[in-house]
Every structure is written in C-alpha cells, then in structure tokens.
C-alpha cells in the first residue's frame, strides 16, 4: 500500500498540492503604482501558479492611483472595503464606476485606469486576480482612450 499524500512533503511538486498563503505571509515585493500598495498572495513565486496572480490592493484615505494599465492581463476587482473609484477613458471623456463592498470590476487587457479613494479616512481595500502568473503594471504620464 501506498503512503497517503500529505502537503507538507517536500519532494512533492508545487503544482501537485494545495497552498495556503496566510495574510500575515502577503509580500509587497511585486510591481506597484503610485498611491496604492499591491501585496502579493498567489503568484508564481509564491505557489508556482503557471498562469495566475492574486492580491490585495490597498488605497490610501483621499488618494489616487497613478494611470496605468496591466497589459495582456484580465482583471477582476472584489471590493472588500471602503468605496474605490475606477477610472477610466471611453475615447471621448473619463468615465467613473463607484463601487461599494461587496462589488466587482472586470478591466479588460491594455485599458489604461486609475483607482481612486476619495473617502477623506477610511481605506479602500481590494482583491485582485489578473491572467498572468506575475501582476503586470504599465505606469502611464496620462489615462488616454485605447486606439481602436
């Protein structure tokens, strides 16, 4: 009979067994944009995912993000907390979509955007999931409209 699998193996390959990544184990050691503060949970040099990034994206009271966008990503936003602005350019103005907890956003690849929190005191917190293994950020001078 065969030893029954146990996780804490270390000659078991990454891709062949569940991960837990505590929040107190969240690194910031990955790409960032001004006035917000993205720490890294699943990604591939925390779990070796092979085509998936997950964290936490945290913005301060009154700030904004600088323009940016996350090339051949998809995003998807959760708000946890707080009530974050995500700003972007339709070609002919800026668009804005308020949030609140409990709500989502889809931000296509290549869409320059900003994130924005208004709220003069509390935080705006949320999660993210990109399409790439490593969080992609293309800090941009200016939000401009996508060229058709």
Do not use: C
Request: net charge negative; no cysteine; proline share 10%.
């Amino acid at each position: 009979m065969s030893e029954p699998f146990h996780p804490d193996l270390p000659d078991r390959p990454a891709h062949t067994r569940v991960h837990l990544v505590r929040s107190a184990d969240l690194t910031g050691d990955t790409a960032q944009s001004g006035g917000m503060r993205r720490l890294e949970a699943v990604s591939g040099k925390s779990v070796g995912s092979s085509a998936l990034w997950t964290g936490e994206t945290h913005v301060a009271p009154d700030t904004a993000s600088s323009d940016h966008h996350h090339g051949e990503s998809e995003t998807s936003i959760y708000v946890v907390s707080g009530r974050p602005r995500f700003v972007f350019h339709d070609g002919e103005q800026e668009v804005i979509l308020q949030t609140a907890p409990g709500d989502y956003v889809y931000v296509p690849p290549w869409v320059p955007h900003r994130e924005e929190n208004p709220d003069p005191a509390e935080p705006a917190v949320v999660v993210i999931s990109r399409t790439t293994q490593e969080a992609i950020v293309v800090n941009l001078p200016a939000l401009t409209p996508l060229e058709s």
